[in-house]
């Protein structure tokens, strides 16, 4: 069936470090992908997405593409903050209409 | 534009107990809604989704229930609470034609 397979956490890293979180994903046709977020306490805000091969999807200096080739679309930052401090996780939203998440992964930021 | 309200925010029950959650959409008509449930291993599980008013689907045999009463209003029970039932909820909402799903801010539920 559909998957998604993120990084397993926490991952901790120091402000202005650089950020990559691995998404790799297994599904029929062309999935529409997204990357959400998770603050502490909160529920799941939508960070990026991408819906066709070679989309890059960005918001709030992070970045994911879309890479059919090799089933990913792992996420990206240049520059870390420590109010990037959050879950994150990796969904698809396959043929049949249904998200299906990674299991998510903690980043943590120190100062 | 839209938005999305859960009530209660934290809750917390004694095993045995009932349980109604309440999640409202507003902004949009005909949505699909859904419902989550995070464990504390942070993984979210579909536990139901629904396309219309009375249109209910069970993703995983379980003691809770849902109902859609109303266009934009999803409700999840529970007539006697399991300890493992504690969790955050999460209800969603999709629009047709749209293929994003967003997230209401969520119940911690605690079963005592």
């Known amino acids: 069936g559909d998957s998604v397979t993120q990084m397993e956490g926490p991952v901790t890293l120091s402000e202005e470090a650089f950020l990559t979180i691995n998404c790799t994903y297994t599904?029929?046709?062309?999935?529409?992908l997204f990357w959400y977020v998770q603050y502490p306490g909160e529920g799941l805000q939508l960070l990026l997405k991408?819906?066709?091969?070679?989309d890059k999807g960005s918001n709030k200096g992070f970045e994911a593409t879309y890479r059919k080739e090799t089933t990913s679309f792992h996420l990206e930052k240049g520059s870390v903050q420590v109010s990037d401090s959050a879950v994150y996780f990796c969904?698809?939203?396959?043929?049949?209409?249904?998200?299906?998440f990674g299991q998510g992964t903690e980043l943590s930021v120190k100062p | 534009s839209q938005t999305i309200h859960q009530w209660p925010a934290t809750l917390v029950q004694p095993v045995g107990s009932p349980l109604s959650l309440e999640c409202t959409v507003e902004g949009t008509s005909n949505p699909n809604l859904y419902w989550y449930r995070q464990a504390a291993g942070r993984g979210l599980q579909l536990l139901f989704y629904?396309?219309?008013?009375?249109?209910i689907s069970s993703e995983v045999p379980q003691n809770l229930s849902a109902s859609r009463p109303q266009d934009r209003q999803f409700i999840l029970s529970s007539k006697k609470l399991l300890l493992s039932d504690s969790g955050f909820y999460l209800c969603?909402?999709?629009?047709?034609?749209?293929?994003?799903?967003?997230f209401g801010p969520g119940t911690r539920l605690t079963v005592l």
């Open positions: 629904s396309i219309g008013i009375d249109q």
């Open positions: 969603a909402w999709l629009t047709s034609g749209v293929d994003t799903q967003y």
């Open positions: 991408a819906t066709k091969a070679d």
């Open positions: 599904a029929t046709g062309y999935p529409s």
């Open positions: 969904a698809l939203r396959n043929q049949g209409g249904k998200l299906i």
